[in-house]
């Protein structure tokens, strides 16, 4: 008789531990720690996948070690945050929320894909017919695309062995079970155990695989961080609900930055290519208001332009309430704090309020000085100027310090028809400055203050 074993899992991290804790040790989070029972297979054998797994050692010396042979997937965005193209034998996983667009962008780019290739969509969630009703209304009529709605893996690897396409879509992995596993499908352990399957297929029959992976509405995530060490590629859906913007981010790329994003509009017709993010970040911008100030920040390669809001009102309790989306919360506490010492600002007596539009999050330290410029603005009620970008980290002792790929950033702020850009004195004499841009160099927070209103 097999041989039972319980092992405890994190739903955010995908942490095993050998009992059940309150607090994840790995993550840190709060009564995410669930029990799962594991049988042991009967045979004794590993559970994978039979397709062409003959393989042998080799002498590192006689590896070839050319460049990885990419291939475009039609879509110029998808392309830039998987680092150039797809990589054949590569494993992507697609993760994101319930209704983001992942499966809208998969079936999408088939169109591109089929040319001269052979593509497998296999849905264990959509029926063929669905599956082309939907492509009907995305355009999506390619020849070499093949369609399979399955859940069972062991029939997935046949229809593989039989068709032998060059590409796998699998959508999703929640949705795919093995046989030998008596969990129940979408459970860690059969997500994992198919996962594993399928990176075996790709690395030893080259084929690139494509793997949706969902997140829970509720937070608890049966799949995408469990899988991140396994896959070669980890991008996420991002956006606001709210709104028809898509980000398109990479968690993980060994073949390329993983500071890529891609931009997506969803429209009637499906997911749309925004190439220019920075013009759809800045549409509807007020004019003279106060509370407002542009920043420029790197995203890989990529220089973008978000605009930062602040609203600073009179507090009528006696803690202050700090409130940020779109930035991080700590830095937002610490940039104020540091505006009270230095620039004599006395924000604790007042409420602060900061939103980043666009649903962009701005994690690099070049959105510093423009996030305490609209903080002074909207305390100060005074506006910066509408042609004004702003760019510089801010030290505890209130200084500007220098930021990486200035010139990039300079370009792009005048590529936008801005007139005016603040940025640190320090390392900037070698800068190459574009025509018709005036460029505002200073030290330190009190000054910036100062030059900007």
């Known amino acids: ?230 896959v070669d590629c980890v991008m996420y859906f991002e956006g606001d609900p709210n709104t028809s913007y898509r980000l398109l981010r990479a968690a993980k790329n060994r073949f390329g930055s993983t500071n890529e994003i891609g931009v997506f509009e969803m429209v009637d017709t499906g997911l749309k290519e925004v190439p220019n993010p920075s013009q759809m970040l800045l549409e509807g911008r007020p004019e003279g208001a106060p509370g407002t100030c542009v920043a420029c920040v790197m995203e890989g ?21 700090r409130a940020s989306d779109g930035f991080d919360y700590n830095r937002a506490v610490l940039l104020m704090a540091v505006m009270e010492k230095r620039a004599g600002m006395k924000l604790s007596m007042f409420d602060a309020y900061i939103n980043v539009i666009g649903g962009l999050h701005l994690d690099e330290p070049a959105a510093d000085l423009p996030v305490a410029l609209a903080i002074a603005s909207s305390y100060r009620d005074c506006p910066v100027a509408n042609d004004m970008a702003v760019i510089g980290e801010v030290g505890l002792t209130g200084e500007i310090r220098a930021v990486s790929n200035m010139n990039q950033r300079l370009a792009e702020v005048a590529r936008l028809g801005f007139t005016k850009v603040m940025i640190p004195k320090l390392g900037s004499d070698k800068l190459d400055i574009p025509d018709g841009l005036t460029v505002y160099r200073v030290r330190n927070l009190r000054e910036a203050i100062e030059v900007a209103m």
């Open 301 to 321: 390669t990529r220089p973008v332009l978000a605009e930062v809001q602040a609203l600073v009102t009179k507090t009528s309790f006696q803690v202050p309430r």
């Open 1 to 230: 008789m097999a041989k039972t074993k319980t092992v405890f899992f994190c739903t955010q991290c995908g942490n095993e531990t050998p009992k059940w804790m309150g607090k994840c040790p790995a993550c840190g989070a709060y009564n995410t720690i669930q029990e799962h029972v594991e049988k042991a297979n009967p045979s004794g054998r590993a559970m994978v996948s039979s397709v062409g797994m003959s393989r042998k050692p080799q002498i590192i010396s006689a590896v070839d070690s050319g460049d990885e042979v990419r291939f475009s997937t039609g879509m110029g965005e998808l392309d830039r945050v998987l680092g150039g193209g797809a990589v054949v034998g590569s494993l992507v996983l697609v993760g994101g929320a319930p209704g983001i667009g992942k499966s809208t962008l998969l079936l999408q780019i088939c169109n591109s894909l089929c040319q001269g290739r052979r593509v497998l969509y296999v849905s264990g969630e959509e029926s063929e017919r669905q599956l082309k009703l939907r492509a009907e209304r995305l355009g999506v009529n390619p020849e070499s695309l093949y369609i399979l709605s399955e859940t069972r893996l062991s029939d997935v690897m046949e229809a593989v062995e039989e068709l032998k396409p060059d590409i796998l879509i699998a959508d999703s992995v929640q949705t795919l079970y093995l046989d030998t596993n008596e969990s129940a499908p979408g459970s860690i352990s059969q997500v994992k155990d198919c996962t594993m399957a399928l990176m075996q297929l790709s690395k030893s029959s080259a084929v690139t695989v494509f793997v949706v992976g969902h997140i829970n509405k509720d937070g608890n995530i049966a799949g995408p961080k469990v899988l991140e060490h396994m």
